[in-house]
């Protein structure tokens, strides 16, 4: 059973646009959310985070939003360059769970063109 | 500034070997994780470890196997490789347990004919 979600599996913006990465979760126990990066043949790269007693956390570019209630998170990416294609990965954990295990969603592949 | 190293890069098996992913981190961190990753699929715990001789089962461990000796090295062994077993390896660590992320290595490619 996926307890995290994205279902849009790719997604193409315009250099300069902004992009939007949607995640849906199932198991209200979690309450600390991530964002990874990833490019081929790389692991994945630690992006930002959000723990559940905040709503956004902003880190440059890039915005992260927390939807409690809907049990949705949401990556904005502002503005999107062309360095910004890559896999995204979604990924919680509870804290009542020991040793931070994390489920992670299926990706979204971002394509940035000029 | 190596991170979490992953050897070998890529690796070709027949049905029935068996053989050891290496993972090593310089960082002195606690909690080391094994993710698998499938085709069009998230990562998926195997294995993880939170110090040296304590390891535990994740989501999908059949058919591996872990050891924790060192804090800085956490191995993975396939016995006898099935073709189910082809997929991307990836080793993590991290410093705690809690609202810490993990940091990865680069992977291993495995594939089982």
């Known amino acids: 059973d996926q307890q995290v979600k994205q279902n849009s599996p790719s997604l193409s913006v315009q250099e300069g646009r902004i992009s939007i990465l949607n995640c849906d979760y199932t198991?209200?126990?979690?309450?600390?959310f991530l964002w990874y990066k990833k490019y081929p043949a790389e692991g994945p790269t630690f992006l930002i985070s959000?723990?559940?007693?905040?709503d956004k956390n902003e880190d440059g570019r890039f915005t992260v939003f927390l939807n409690k209630s809907a049990k949705h998170l949401s990556l904005h990416i502002v503005p999107s360059q062309p360095g910004d294609s890559a896999v995204y990965f979604c990924?919680?954990?509870?804290?009542?769970?020991?040793?931070?295990?994390?489920?992670f969603g299926a990706g979204t592949q971002v394509v940035v063109t000029p | 500034n190596a991170g979490v190293t992953q050897t070998p890069k890529f690796r070709i098996l027949k049905i029935g070997q068996s053989m050891t992913l290496q993972c090593a981190q310089d960082?002195?961190?606690?909690?080391m994780y094994w993710y698998r990753q499938d085709p069009g699929m998230g990562l998926k715990l195997i294995y993880y470890?939170?110090?040296?001789?304590?390891?535990d089962k994740g989501e999908v461990p059949n058919g591996y196997n872990v050891s924790r000796s060192t804090t800085e090295d956490f191995p993975l062994r396939l016995e006898l490789a099935a073709p189910s077993q082809t997929s991307v390896y990836f080793c993590?660590?991290?410093?705690?347990?809690?609202?810490?992320?993990?940091?990865f290595g680069d992977g291993t490619r495995l594939s089982i004919l």
């Open positions: 959000i723990s559940s007693i905040k």
């Open positions: 198991n209200s126990m979690f309450d600390y």
């Open positions: 470890s939170v110090g040296a001789g304590i390891t």
């Open positions: 960082m002195n961190h606690n909690y």
């Open positions: 993590a660590s991290s410093r705690l347990s809690s609202n810490q992320p993990q940091h």
């Open positions: 990924a919680a954990s509870a804290t009542t769970d020991s040793w931070g295990k994390l489920q």
